[in-house]
């Protein structure tokens, strides 16, 4: 304390260790008032769980080891004297690979249990030391009581050498016979013996790396290939420090601050212990972690001292304005959208996610109704159906034109955001340096297996990818588009986030849009793209973007769906299907062929869960536009019956009543009317959108179809509400769907959920592709004689 206190100065950003007996005479008191005065400095506890002494009967207490960083503690015997010496060691620079974790053992009730016990007490331990951090040491803090708590569900590296392939599949055999055979077993477990003798084990490889074949020039070249690629995806710019941006943040709302009368009130203020624990409880599961490996399923088994803690953090970060660093560091996964394009998705830390999460529950963001993307109660679907409407009003005279934006989140110019953040939005100055600190200068990096550590790059330009609040801000940033249009041409716009499409029936009405959005990207520092810019109309026509003519695309593809001249695009949109479910399910489907299969009972409902999540959405995503139309829910409903048999290995001609029956699913035209039935109540309850007044005064197919479904399915169930109708019209359509194993005694008890892999086999063999039965009253006499009710 003595050297600490006389050169504070010296030790400030440094590792502090110390190490010694504090066992103090057995004077508690005394030994209390020295953990407490290492807690002012920074310093924690590291319990070595040994004894460093022992003479006849008496031994030390555990010596312990204090310090302000990670630490790695060992024990080591020192030969022909009674003492052991401590051994404290920096850990190496972390890793960019993030560790493994086996994420289904949190189901097991104990081992969840087990593992908040031990998040609770390692946060209890260091609620002392927690106090005194600064929020870099203390968000660090929080990460390593997580990734130490979860030590019991991560998959390690293997240490031993692997063994034989040929003595594993013995013991494979040799488990399996356990139980059953006890003869084989024994005959399989002399095997092993003799062949663990047989067989020397030094000569297999530990691991099976990936890069091991490679000479030198060649991992050169694949390295260089993973810098050129983070170099595409971060653009490059000049970097400045944050403090300097947050200066001249400052500075501008100096000058400016008595013309425009900004904000003095924040809104975003601290946040409590419970929206904390409510939008923990409110996260989805399945999403991977950042660099620490850190994921939404360890949060929401995290206790309430640690949410606390938690809590605590986020507070203190928006009082002292600081980010953690390693919410600034990210690794990105490229994606392949094409044969040499990659789409960018960053990993960012679940703890910054929720931290945004939060923050977005105290900001009220004012934008115009032609923009829908990423807001509550929007969706994709508004303006879909909006400019369907609109192009079956104008029978065929409209020209439509996408539009898109070159790099559209990573060159965003922050300066002017800062400023639109508090003359657009109402931002106080607080809140704008808070979003500034958050956005500015992150850093990427592309990490590959067994290639080692690459470097980080910085990004100059642009929004956080991956980040929660991105999104929210682009479209603050280019809501003020608007405003670059004439009056009159206001509605011949719609914005999804930075997907545009403009309309009009007249060319000058088009090119005077289009130079305002030209004027626009112009003052705000970006880019059209028009290699990427399309136009559809019943005649080749000249439009042109920086001087550049844009092509014809017919269909015209906008956010994932296909629009001709006059309304929606059957024939490419059933394509599309087509292609992606027969994908999906083939992947699907090789998934399901994996040894580790083999042992589920429950595998018909686990493949029907598969297609439910994986293969149907395909279908859903264009039902809910094209409902209205019988050639598509009659070729939708063969999709999504041919995916079912292939999944299943049935008869391509069984009949369709027979798979509605076996399956708990509905057919497509059943499915679409409560879709859109849906879609028509949202509809109905949204405010001031484009969609709704479309829907109120305009009288398309399309609309028509959706107010009659909703009158009848209300009629159908009165005295209901909409999620009540809803849930209640899949238990009639599937009701209806059984119907004819309900009038049949020994098939009405047929349940599929009950259904075990053995049960299931017999259906599958009447309904092979071998025996080809197609006619409905045989395959349910066949069903009442293999009695597939039994269960």
């Known amino acids: 304390e003595k050297i600490l206190n006389e050169e504070l100065s010296s030790y400030t950003d440094a590792n502090i260790i110390c190490i010694g007996d504090y066992n103090l005479e057995q004077r508690a008191n005394l030994e209390q008032d020295v953990l407490n005065n290492h807690a002012k400095y920074g310093l924690a506890e590291v319990n070595l769980h040994t004894k460093t002494f022992i003479h006849n009967e008496k031994s030390s207490t555990p010596d312990k080891v204090f310090a302000n ?87 390690r590296e ?72 983070l170099d595409s995806f971060i653009l490059d710019g000049n970097i400045k420090e944050t403090e300097k941006t947050i200066k001249e943040i400052k500075n501008f709302y100096g000058k400016t601050n008595m013309k425009h009368n900004y904000n003095q009130q924040d809104m975003i203020t601290s946040f409590t212990l419970a929206e904390v ?23 929401k088994i995290c206790p309430e001292n640690f949410i606390n803690e938690l809590t605590n953090l986020y507070n203190a970060i928006l009082d002292t304005q600081q980010i953690p660093d390693s919410w600034k560091r990210h690794k990105i996964k490229p994606i392949p959208k094409d ?149 009159k041409y206001r509605y011949h716009i719609f914005l999804y986030a930075d997907d545009i499409v403009i309309y009009s029936t007249c060319m000058v009405a088009l090119n005077t849009i ?28 000249n439009i042109f973007i920086y001087g550049k003519k844009i092509e014809k695309q017919n269909p015209l593809k906008y956010l994932g769906f296909y629009f001709n001249n006059r309304c929606a695009d059957t024939n490419e949109t059933l394509k599309t299907i087509r292609k992606k479910s027969i994908k999906a399910a083939v992947i699907t489907n090789r998934a399901f062929k994996r040894s580790e299969f083999n042992s589920f009972h429950n595998l018909p409902q686990l493949k029907l869960r598969a297609y439910n ?11 809910v536009l094209l409902g209205c139309n019988t050639t598509f829910n009659t070729a939708a409903d063969r999709i999504q019956k041919g995916v079912i048999k292939f999944m299943y290995n049935i008869y391509y001609r069984t009949p369709s009543k027979i798979i509605y029956a076996l399956f708990p699913i509905e057919s497509i035209p059943q499915r679409v009317e409560r879709l859109r039935y849906s879609l028509g109540e949202r509809i109905l309850q949204m405010k001031k959108t484009i969609i ?38 899949n238990k009639e359509n599937l009701r209806v769907n059984f119907t004819i194993f309900q009038e049949i005694e020994l098939l009405k008890k047929y349940n599929f959920q009950n259904s075990n892999k053995a049960n299931f086999e017999r259906i599958t063999r009447i309904l092979s592709p071998f025996r080809k039965e197609k006619e409905i009253s045989e395959i349910l006499n066949l069903f009442q004689m293999a009695n597939i009710a039994r269960p």
């Open 69 to 155: 960083c990670p630490v790695i503690t060992d024990i080591k015997t020192i030969e022909n004297i009674n003492h052991k010496l401590i051994v404290a060691l920096l850990p190496k620079a972390q890793k960019c690979e993030p560790p493994k974790y086996k994420i289904n053992l949190i189901k097991n009730s104990d081992i969840r249990n087990m593992i908040t016990k031990k998040i609770e007490q390692y946060t209890e331990r260091s609620i002392n030391i927690l106090k005194f951090l600064n929020v870099n040491n203390k968000c660090l803090l929080l990460h390593s009581i997580l990734i130490k708590s979860m030590r019991r569900i991560e998959r």
């Open 158 to 229: 293997r240490l031993h050498d692997r063994s034989n392939p040929i003595i594993q599949h013995v013991r494979k055999l040799r488990d399996k016979a356990r139980k059953t055979n006890a003869k084989e077993y024994d005959e399989f477990r002399r095997e092993v013996k003799k062949l663990a003798k047989r067989f020397d084990n030094s000569s297999l490889p530990r691991t099976n790396l990936r890069y091991t074949s490679l000479q030198a020039s060649e991992l050169e070249k694949h390295t260089k290939n993973i810098r050129e690629l």
């Open 277 to 299: 624990s409510a939008m923990i409880k409110n996260l989805k599961s399945g999403k991977s972690g950042g660099i620490t490996g850190i994921r939404n399923e360890f949060l």
């Open 339 to 487: 044969k040499d394009n990659f789409r960018p998705i960053a990993l960012i830390e679940q703890t910054r996610k929720l931290f945004e999460k939060l923050l977005l529950t105290k900001i009220d963001i004012k934008l115009h109704r032609q923009q829908t993307g990423f807001r509550a109660k929007h969706s994709t679907i508004n303006h879909a159906l909006a400019l369907d409407t609109i192009l079956r009003h104008g029978n065929g005279k409209y020209i439509c034109v996408t539009l898109d934006i070159k790099k559209a989140y990573d060159s965003v110019f922050r300066k002017n955001l800062y400023k639109k953040l508090l003359r657009q939005q109402n931002f106080s100055i607080k809140d704008t340096t808070l979003i500034a600190n958050l956005i500015e200068n992150n850093s990427y990096t592309i990490c590959q297996k067994n290639t080692g550590n690459i470097k980080f790059k910085t990004a100059a330009l642009g929004l956080p990818q991956g980040s929660i609040i991105s999104p929210i801000l682009f479209n603050i940033f280019i809501n003020d588009i608007i405003s670059y249009i004439p009056k």
């Open 514 to 541: 289009i130079d305002g959005l030209c004027k626009h990207a112009a003052h705000n520092r970006y880019l059209f793209n028009p290699k990427k810019c399309f136009y559809n109309a019943t005649k080749d026509l």
């Open 613 to 623: 999540m994986y293969v149907r959405p395909h279908i859903d995503y264009h039902a």
């Open 692 to 729: 709704r007044f479309a829907f109120l005064r305009l009288f398309s197919k399309n609309i028509r179809n959706i107010k009659n479904g909703i009158k009848t399915i209300r009629k159908k169930f009165p005295n209901m509400d909409a999620k009540e109708r809803f849930k209640k019209l």
